[in-house]
């Protein structure tokens, strides 16, 4: 009797003992389990992170690679429009020679006014006491120079601004004709290669006489006339007494060739 009292007094208490020791077991587990969970989530965002920095890091290097491949404007170019990059007109040599320019009066200022060329170009034309104003076959002056006029000018030629001696209004070349054969000025600068008609035997680039006066002005009038959309910037008597006639702010012609009754007989670049 004892025996067995005792016996059913001991096996409520070992159980009791062996519960706590299983739920403790359990309770280990479980947090395991979590920890495990929690390694994986933090290997799962770190992966991602990775990732992430990857792709910020490849659009960072083909932003970069797309903008050292960016293709720069060619050393040496220019505008002929007044492009704040410009730096002058295109292929101009500024020699402060005999030339001149034919085009529309575009704007009117005190003591200059600009004109647009047939080919775009722009020309900033600056007035003085003795500057010389012809209206037709007629004397005239300065008021007779206004927005929406055709006008020959003729001067001193430094890059696309002209000093002129001598402006002519309503000037009977015929725009539309005379820059039909002219290649005008573009950006960037793609040149043009190519000759026409007669050049003179004795020309080469580079020799000869820069004249002026009378002589300039029939040269830069002629060459206008049947090349219109740059600046003349100086006219050249060749060895021959033919001349050559400098044109800037076009691809196309850079060179017109006339004879010593100022006929254009050839063009190149």
């Known amino acids: 009797m004892n025996s067995h009292s005792d016996t059913s007094h001991r096996e409520p208490n070992q159980t009791s003992e062996q519960q706590p020791g299983r739920a403790g077991r359990r309770r280990g587990l479980m947090r395991k389990r979590r920890l495990l969970a929690v390694g994986l989530m933090v290997s799962a965002l770190g992966v991602g992170l990775a990732a992430c920095g990857s792709s910020s890091s490849s659009t960072a290097a083909t932003t970069t690679s797309a903008a050292s491949t960016a293709v720069a404007p060619a050393a040496g170019s220019h505008t002929f429009?007044?492009?704040p990059g410009a730096g002058g007109g295109s292929n101009a040599r500024s020699t402060n020679a005999a030339g001149g320019s034919v085009g529309t009066v575009t704007g009117v200022s005190a003591s200059s006014f600009t004109v647009s060329?047939?080919?775009g170009g722009k020309v900033t034309v600056k007035e003085s006491s003795s500057t010389v104003y012809d209206e037709g076959t007629?004397?005239?002056t300065a008021s007779a120079v206004t927005k929406g006029k055709t006008v020959l000018v003729i001067g001193k030629v430094d890059s696309t601004t002209i000093t002129a001696s001598r402006v002519i209004v309503g000037a009977s070349i015929n725009l539309k004709k005379a820059s039909a054969n002219t290649i005008a000025f573009n950006q960037p600068n793609s040149s043009e290669s190519?000759?026409?008609?007669?050049?003179?035997?004795?020309?080469k680039q580079g020799t000869g006489t820069i004249v002026s006066g009378?002589?300039?002005?029939?040269?830069t009038e002629a060459s206008l006339s049947s090349y219109a959309g740059g600046v003349v910037d100086r006219v050249v008597r060749l060895s021959?007494?033919?001349?050559?006639?400098?044109n800037i702010g076009t691809n196309w012609p850079h060179h017109v060739f006339e004879t010593s009754n100022f006929k254009v007989i050839g063009a190149n670049d």
């Open 81 to 83: 429009t007044g492009d």
């Open 117 to 119: 060329t047939p080919t």
């Open 138 to 140: 007629k004397k005239s």
């Open 194 to 203: 190519k000759t026409t008609g007669t050049i003179p035997s004795s020309y």
């Open 214 to 219: 009378t002589t300039a002005t029939k040269a």
């Open 240 to 246: 021959n007494g033919d001349y050559e006639v400098h």
